[in-house]
C-alpha cells in the first residue's frame, strides 16, 4: 500500500496579507501558502480561490470595418475563423478570446439631439446610456465597472482604478454641445459623478501602492526611495515564511515592480532632460507605445496583486486627435476619421487601428504569462477592448468593434466569432459579465436581457 503523500510543513499567509512601510503598502502574488489546500500535496487548480478581474480598453473614433472583421471559414461555425489584418496581433491568442459582431449601442445614436457622436460614442461606452446634451449639468447613468466595484467593495484594497493617456476635462463643451465630461471618461459612478482617471504612471503607482498622509508619499517621491525598499523589513520578514515554489514567484514578482519604477523613473528623466528649465514632479510620457505599456503594466500588476479587480484604460479621449508619428503618421487621429473613403486616408487610419491593437495584445500576453490560481490571469480574467463607434466616417454606433478576451475563470468559451444578433444592445453583454464578476444587476443603460457568450 502506497504511503500518503506528506503534508507540507509551513504557516499559512492570509491572502490578504500585504507588504507595509511608512509611506507604501505593497500587495502580493497569489501563494501556495496563501491557503492550506494549496499546502496539500492533494491540492489541484480547482481547489484554489479564482477571483474574476475585468478590464475595459477604450479606443477613439471607431475602425476600418473591412479590415477588422475576422475571415470566417467555409463551415461558417463560430470557432472556423481567422485574424484580420487589423487584428493580426492577437493571432498568438485567438484561442483565449472572442470577437463579437453586432452589439449596437442605440443610446449612442444622435435622434433628436442631433450632432455630437464622439461625445456620445464615449458617453455610452461602458454606460450604454444617453447622455443629457449640455455643457452644464451633466446626466448619464453607472458604467460596468462601477457597478462591480461597488459590489466588490472591501475585498480588495482598491475598488477599480481608472488610466487614461490623455487628460480629462468636465468643464465645457468638447463636441457639438456635449459636456467635455461625457468625451473624457468612460467610468461612472452615478449620473452625475465621472471617476476621475490618472494619467500619469507614477501617481498611478503611488495610488495603487502609496500609503501614509500626503506629506509622507511627496518625501517618499523626492528622495525616490523604491516602494521595495520602503517595504523591506515586512519583506524579508514574509520570505522566512515561504517554500522554494512562493520564493521563486515572489523574486518575480519583485523584479517586475522594481522594472516598472525604473522604467517611470526613465521617462522623468528624459522629460527633465528634455525641458531642463523647467521642473518636472512627475513624468509625463511622450511616447504613446510607452505610456501604454506603462497603464497595462500596472494592471497587471494591480491584478496580480488583487489590489484590485476592475480597472479601466482610455487609449485616447473620444474624438482624440492624436498624431501617431512612430508609425509615420502625421495627421490627427478624428480627423482622418471623417474620410471619405479616400485611399490614403483609410490606409492611415487601418495602420493606427492596427496599432491600437498592437497595444491590446501586449496587455494581453502580460496577463497570460502571469500565473494565478487555475491558470493565468488572462484565464481569471475578462478583458473587453473597442468603441462606441464602429465606423468612424458615417459615425456608426452599431456592429461595433468589440473583442473580449479571457474565460473569465472558466465560465467563457474562447476561440469564437460570435454574433450577437443584429441590434443586440451592448448593455446585455455588460449584464453577462456582471453575472460572471459574481456582482448581478438588473439593468444597465437600454439593457434588454442577458446575452449568452
Not at 211 to 231: C, F, H, P
Request: net charge neutral; glycine share 8%; with cysteine.
Amino acid at each position: 500500500m502506497k504511503s500518503r503523500p506528506q503534508m507540507i510543513q509551513r504557516k499559512k499567509v492570509d491572502r490578504r496579507t500585504v507588504l507595509r512601510g511608512s509611506a507604501a503598502v505593497l500587495g502580493l502574488p497569489l501563494l501556495e501558502a496563501m491557503t492550506p489546500m494549496a499546502r496539500s500535496a492533494f491540492a489541484s487548480p480547482d481547489s484554489m480561490p479564482r477571483p474574476v478581474r475585468m478590464a475595459c480598453i477604450f479606443v477613439p473614433n471607431g475602425v476600418i470595418m473591412p479590415q477588422w472583421k475576422p475571415i470566417v471559414g467555409p463551415s461558417g461555425e463560430p470557432t472556423d475563423w481567422e485574424c484580420s489584418e487589423t487584428l493580426q496581433p492577437l493571432a498568438p491568442l485567438k484561442h483565449k478570446l472572442n470577437v463579437i459582431s453586432n452589439l449596437t449601442h442605440d443610446n449612442g445614436r444622435g435622434y433628436k439631439d442631433g450632432a455630437g457622436d464622439h461625445a456620445r460614442c464615449g458617453a455610452t461606452f461602458l454606460t450604454a446610456a444617453r447622455p443629457l446634451k449640455t455643457s452644464g449639468n451633466i446626466r448619464l447613468g453607472v458604467s460596468v465597472d462601477q457597478i462591480a466595484a461597488a459590489q466588490l467593495a472591501g475585498q480588495t484594497r482598491l475598488p477599480s482604478i481608472e488610466l487614461g493617456l490623455e487628460g480629462s476635462r468636465n468643464a465645457g463643451s468638447c463636441d457639438s454641445g456635449y459636456s467635455c465630461a461625457y468625451s473624457s471618461n468612460i467610468s461612472w459612478r452615478n449620473e452625475t459623478q465621472p471617476m476621475p482617471k490618472e494619467t500619469i504612471p507614477r501617481l498611478a503607482f503611488e495610488r495603487m501602492f502609496g500609503s501614509g498622509d500626503l506629506a509622507e508619499r511627496r518625501e517618499a517621491n523626492r528622495i525616490r526611495k523604491s516602494v521595495l525598499d520602503v517595504v523591506r523589513g515586512d519583506a524579508q520578514r514574509l520570505m522566512k515564511q515561504l517554500g522554494r515554489s512562493d520564493l521563486r514567484k515572489m523574486d518575480e514578482y519583485f523584479t517586475g515592480v522594481r522594472e516598472i519604477e525604473q522604467r517611470i523613473e526613465r521617462t522623468e528623466q528624459e522629460d527633465a532632460a528634455a525641458l531642463p528649465d523647467i521642473e518636472i514632479p512627475f513624468g509625463r510620457v511622450e511616447s504613446f507605445r510607452e505610456h501604454a505599456r506603462l497603464m497595462f503594466d500596472l494592471m497587471v500588476l494591480a491584478f496580480q496583486t488583487d489590489t484590485t479587480r476592475v480597472a479601466t484604460l482610455m487609449l485616447d479621449n473620444a474624438g482624440g486627435n492624436r498624431r501617431y508619428t512612430e508609425i509615420g503618421v502625421s495627421d490627427g487621429h478624428h480627423g482622418m476619421s471623417h474620410h471619405r473613403d479616400k485611399p490614403e486616408l483609410v490606409e492611415n487610419l487601418r495602420k493606427i487601428d492596427h496599432y491600437l491593437v498592437e497595444q491590446y495584445a501586449y496587455f494581453l500576453k502580460k496577463l497570460e504569462a502571469t500565473q494565478d490560481a487555475g491558470g493565468s490571469l488572462l484565464d481569471q480574467s475578462m478583458v473587453l477592448y473597442g468603441s462606441g463607434i464602429s465606423d468612424g466616417n458615417r459615425h456608426r454606433h452599431e456592429d461595433l468593434p468589440i473583442v473580449l478576451a479571457g474565460s473569465a475563470a472558466g465560465q467563457i468559451e474562447t476561440g469564437r466569432y460570435v454574433d450577437a444578433g443584429k441590434e443586440c444592445p451592448m448593455a446585455n453583454l455588460f449584464l453577462t459579465m456582471l453575472d460572471l464578476m459574481g456582482t448581478p444587476a438588473d439593468s444597465i443603460g437600454d439593457s434588454t436581457g442577458r446575452m449568452t457568450i
